[in-house]
């Protein structure tokens, strides 16, 4: 495969600056052998590689921080991987209209920063929010730690330009406060994952800023309290705005490359944070209360924000943590709150029958935890039963009335489990929608709901 | 056109009682001749209709309330109207999961009452309120009052029951608090209008109830200054749950039916509410000074729930004050908030070109208003000088970057401007989505994008 005279100038052409754009971060992504990348400066470059990869039947894998957890932005055989990653301007933030318009490009912390500026809040907020991009966000309607109080990506994205394949330009949406003309194109796009076409405008929606959150740890030795503490938090009138569950075998993880203070041997840690503005303090020791009530063995409770984010520390150390602890696969399964228990101890029982190691954690407040399934990284067999027993969990999670993915997107490496989870006849009508956007199949092809 | 056995004892004989389900609530909608009337009394019958509708060709209009004002649930000639009304239960209301499961025909203030009853709030308040059902909400993606704080109806809609063209039936969405599994279809039916399926049971999302709102009311004596007044209060950290905004010939449509204490000659009034827990005194105080500054000639401001009422009751007033006024079209367009005063003004000069009396109000915090359009119901000429006039507003709208739906919907009258707003390739898009899902055409035809 050899790109046209056109694109060639915007091609990545160094073997080791390209190997860095075959893979994004999901556990075991291998760059194929043949592909080409091409970096977009502007919209008529990403026009002008949708018309040509139309033209040829070239596969072209839309691409932004490579961040994704799902194998969604690796590199295809003989395709070309769009990068949007330069298209970093935010084109407009106006706090009357309550609205930022951005590039693909834009670092999801660099929009957040830019709306605080002006007072306001773009609340999405992935645990990679440092380094991922808008573009990815809404390539997979990405969610994070707020999402308890504030919801996901869909909920801010108001419209969106977007380049078909073979180079149509369409605009989705609208920029006012509402509209509902016509057909909602705009969510239909949000969370295809590169599927349907690529994004290169989002309209996104800002709120008012809350306070600065004030934090509370609680530790529990039995998972049935913490689980208690979360019904109590969910039922509160002042939402908590970020709710986070760390299971025994996480602990020990993240204790195991520092001193984050969790004690030995409990079952679980709640964190929770309170953001609303005048009653942070309030709050918080509100939340404390419902926690020891729940029956907490102890509560620390932040007084400022250098407390609140010690108290975050071992939540945020926690991605390095489980990276040091192994090469492992990385779930996103969401369940009824109500059910976090038994799918924590369903986890717990996969574990101790299969011999594969997994902790549990993240987004409790949500019912949305990342468990994760260590293997060695060079054993086929440990590897093979890391996945059975992945899909074990998930199989739990279906049965709970849960899903397969909260916030990471379905990518490759959960495509298997789709059908399950959303029945023939929706996966119909998905590769219909598909097909109706992408005739010839050039868009992140075997992906989601296509493989 | 006659119904098979299996659906005639769901159908309505009695023609009185027929010709009641043949319109909504559109201006100028006429029954067609012919057309068959069946009540759903479960999803059985649904799927019967839809079956029977696509072996046969059958145009279906799918109908909740009736008090659709875009004339998109109108009955169609030899067709069938499907009424969803009867389906009244609400299954499930879970506090703790923050969902209720409903029937379409549920009404909207049923729900919200069932939700209050948790300390739980279904936020989307058409002015309809009190007879319009779920279904028709989720149809038309509806709105209301309440929208400059909390959103629209598809923020409050997480999965969907749907009966396809044949009956095939399909879950869309998710129970739990977050999922991205496949493309989001929820999204594609919310505001569909009926017609890519027909929606049999709704997933909404609760949240924690605010307090009983505080109003406040202010006159100006210019536009500009009224303008000046919503645009601060759209940069308040705590915003107004309700902004609502009447223009001089709208205050004296209202004031001809009944004192309500406007004063006459003032070019606008605006309503304003606060409603946050524990600072709605302190939020509508600091509202009323905004007002002020603004240069409000008079601010009125509530100190209890009856003061409360008693300032709304101009607006609530205000659908039978255009009624009594006269035979008049009901426009919905929605445009930036800033060019809220260009629209205003725009419309005055309409009417004084054209002879055609205009009153201009609305949803004014969200740039969403309603400008209707007066003309004698016995003379064409008449009435096609008001749809003229109609037409001229929804170009100038169109022009500032807005909508010409904000919360209606298409339905059959707005129709032959969807393409002006979203351009071809967008509708190009919309019928072949819609030919997907109803390849024989038979969901209400010829409505929204597709006349």
Redesign the interface.
Known sequence: MTLPESLSSRAVTDPDVKATYGIDESVGALAPDRYEVVRARDLGDVVDVLAHAQATGTPVVPQGARSGLAGGSVALDGGIVLSLEGLTTITELD????IAVVQPGVINADLKAAAAAE?LFYPPDPASSAFCSIGGNVA??A?GLC??KYG?T??YVRGLEVV?AGG?????G???????????????F???EGT?GVVTEVVTKLV??PDPALTALATFDSLSAASDAI?AL??????PSLLELLDEPTLAAVQAIADYGFPTGCAAVLIVQADR?GHTAEDVQRYAALLEEAGATEVAVADDAQESEALLAGRRALHHALVAKGTHFIEDV?????QLTDLITAGHEISARTGVEITMSG?G????LHPSFFYDAGDDDSRHRAEEAFGELVKVALGM??????????GSL?ARW?PD???A???E??R???A??DPRGILNPGR??WS
Do not use: M, W
């Open positions: 706090a009357v209209e309550g007072g997979t309607n969610g999402c308890v996901v869909a909920d078909l149509e330009v369409i605009r989705t609208h920029r006012t406060a509402k509209g509902v003309a016509g057909l909602d194109l705009t969510g239909l949000v969370g295809s349907l008012p800023a019904v969910r039922r509160e009138r002042h939402r503005p969401c369940v009824p709150v109500r987004h407040g949500d019912g949305n009335g849960g899903t397969i993915t909260g916030e990471h997107g379905v959960k789709l989870e959303v029945g006849a929706s996966i009508r998905q219909a929608v598909k109706l956007f989601v709901y």
